[in-house]
């Protein structure tokens, strides 16, 4: 059974590091990024790391999640710093479950714009085509960034 939830548990992140693994996407250090946004918020809370979290699961394990936050020195833009769904549950509309609960709770908590920053290369034409489906407008696209063929393409969703 599908359920989902807000709050983060110690267990979490070698789930959401399985997630990310399965998906291929992810380099190494990007994987260790997340670890150090789960130790955060389970440190500090939601509040004071600024890492929002939503976690979709199944049985009782982790199969998906989003991680946000305000941008600090913005008046009403957040980040949308990850969205991973395990590859053995990818298409089946999940995703875009997640998008809706963070929207929905960016636009209580006053967001007015949501950035989304993801790579040029090949292997994520899949998740550029999730954001264009959703309705993210393309805004930039800053060459080399990544690597050398490898553009970091930055998407926004405008709430108001």
């Known amino acids: 059974m599908m359920n ?4 983060l548990n ?10 990310l693994v399965s ?16 130790e955060e918020n389970l440190e500090k809370g939601e509040e ?8 979709a699961e199944e049985n009782g394990k ?6 946000y936050g305000e941008i600090p020195g913005t008046e009403s833009s957040f980040d ?5 769904v395990h590859k053995s549950s990818r298409n089946n509309g999940i995703g875009k479950i997640l998008m809706d609960m963070a929207v929905e709770d960016i636009k209580k908590r006053g967001g007015e714009n949501i950035w989304i920053e993801t ?25 080399a960034y990544y690597g ?3 553009n970091k393409v930055i998407f926004m969703i405008e709430l108001v």
């Not at 110690?10 to 997630?19: G, V």
């Not at 004071?48 to 976690?55: E, H, L, M, R």
């Not at 982790?62 to 991680?67: G, H, K």
């Not at 949308?80 to 991973?84: D, G, K, S, V």
Request: net charge negative.
């Open 80 to 84: 949308l710093y990850w969205i991973a």
């Open 148 to 150: 050398k063929d490898d």
């Open 4 to 7: 989902f939830r807000k709050e």
């Open 62 to 67: 982790p199969i998906a999640f989003t991680c």
């Open 119 to 143: 790579a040029s290369r090949p292997i994520y034409e899949p998740t550029r085509q999730f954001y264009i489906a959703y309705g993210c407008k393309k805004v930039a696209e800053l060459p």
């Open 48 to 55: 004071k790391s600024g890492y929002i979290f939503n976690i």
């Open 23 to 38: 998906t291929g996407f992810f380099y190494d250090s990007e994987v260790e990024i997340v670890k150090e946004l789960v």
């Open 10 to 19: 110690k267990s979490d992140f070698e789930y959401l590091k399985e997630i």
